[in-house]
């Protein structure tokens, strides 16, 4: 059963770093695709970032792209999501997920993930 543990999180100046992870506390790594989304106050929660369940294929949001990289270590039964440039516009609670499929094919709503974290906060002051 995989169990999602999200920490990194923090408070950071904008055009600042941050790098987040999340761990599968379960007894074996996720052999699918492993998503981050993220959730501001009042908005829903929207995709950020995924990679295919070897690595191969990443997919990212156009608010995003050439800013964060995931990343995933099966050794370490860890996921990454490097954030560089950070923006106050990226304030939210990152969240880690599951793809529902072996057949990920870049989806990006939320309800074809499971096995939610409970989430680590980013706050970007400008």
């Known amino acids: 059963q995989v169990q999602l543990v999200e920490s990194g999180g923090g408070l950071v100046q904008a055009g600042g770093s941050l790098r987040l992870s999340c761990a599968d506390s379960g007894r074996t790594f996720s052999s699918y695709a492993m998503g981050w989304f993220r959730q501001a106050p009042g908005k829903e929660r929207e995709f950020v970032a995924a990679?295919?369940?070897?690595?191969?294929?990443?997919y990212y949001a156009d608010s995003v792209k050439g800013r964060f990289t995931i990343s995933r270590d099966s050794a370490k039964n860890t996921v990454y999501l490097q954030m560089n440039s950070l923006k106050p516009e990226d304030t939210a609670v990152y969240y880690c997920?599951?793809?529902?499929?072996?057949?990920?094919?870049?989806?990006?709503?939320?309800?074809?993930?499971?096995?939610w974290g409970r989430g680590t906060q980013v706050t970007v002051s400008s």
């Open positions: 990679i295919s369940r070897y690595g191969v294929n990443t």
């Open positions: 997920a599951e793809s529902t499929s072996l057949y990920y094919t870049g989806s990006y709503y939320p309800e074809d993930f499971r096995s």
